[in-house]
């Protein structure tokens, strides 16, 4: 995870366990459409210690999508829309449709102008992992809005700039992740080699409010911050065989009134990825983030996490996906002194996770898999065992 604009910025979902198999299509389309259902057994809905008695639940996700991708001239305008149907056996309250969207122009004005429009849109369920208000339904909608221009000045390298809009908006209020506002802009250099290789350095600045949060000088929280970003953005092939892509950055939050609640660092998002073999693909994952975490004890923690991912197309309409990951969390930046021999939160965190996909025709794939979690914290409430198990179909004309 980043920050919550740095979610924004990359809109990571942070968080699939396993790589997602290629849905194909016919060459050429300029429109595909799909559609899936899963159905997701999941025995610790709410994270929940095992001294808390943990309810299991089973969800049924129904997806319809559409795909575009049209080029006119130089011009290409790419754009995925989905909505998603969620439905929960036991708690329905919880029950949400989520309407999500990525769409791109790539616009270009000769050959030296080129850049983007791009709109994306998130909705998500509430994660109980991070936060614990139980008995409700939050559905948090992320969006992000920008324009970028590139002036390539030489074959390979360009200077670019651009603006930016982003925001989080929650159905109910909630300290970890406020809703908020923020308009930015960023410019910096891109190296784009012939082999394909590349290197984007960026600077970000964002200005942001709460938009829903009342200013509180007790607990210390803010109508408002800004953020700068210090990016490199890599994606570059070692060899044949071997790839690193992902992006470091430094970053610097800073709220309007309480500095207390300050925190800046190194964070990043690493990957590195080798080709055993045509079938078989590892993958070595890194990730720091600093995130965010108002409480009285706490104004943002960091993580570190890694993952070891493999690929195996055992046949032509056979893949095998698994997954081992361990992350760790610290708790910062207290605003109330803990007390004698009373440590800051600090969370372990492990999941490992496998899923076999098979493609049983070229518009159908059928997929299967099961994920286990733990986190082992130094505040037992925190703690949690979880084991999700799904099956899927999806359908792609």
Known sequence: MMTSCGKLLTMISCCALIQPSLLWADEGDVINLNASVSVLSDDNLFRLPSSADPKSETITTTTVGLNLDKSI??????????????????NDYLDFLAFNYDAKWLWAAGTRWTGEFAFQRSQLPNDYANDRTLGRRNVQTYQLNRFEANYWFHSSWAALAGVLRTSLDNQVPTGVDADYEADGYNFGMRYLGASGN?????????????????????????????QDNYQLDISWRVSGLSQIRGRIEYLDREYQHFSQRDYAGLAGNLQYAYAISGKSTLTLAYVRALEAYQQLTTSYYVLDDVALSAQWLATSKVTVNGLLGYGRQNYRGA????????????????????????????????KAGVTLQRRNSNYDIYEYRDRTAFVSATLQY
């Open 198 to 226: 590349s290197l984007t350095a960026r600077a970000i600045h964002l200005e942001g409010n709460y938009t829903k949060r009342p200013f509180d000088s007790v607990l210390q929280l803010d109508n408002g911050f800004t």
């Open 335 to 366: 605003i109330i002194p803990l007390p004698p021999g009373v440590p800051q939160r600090e969370d372990d965190s492990a999941r490992l996770a496998v899923d076999v996909a098979y493609q049983a025709a070229r518009w159908l794939q059928l």
């Open 73 to 90: 001239g130089l011009q290409r305008v790419l754009a995925n829309v989905r909505m998603i149907d969620y439905r929960y056996s036991r």
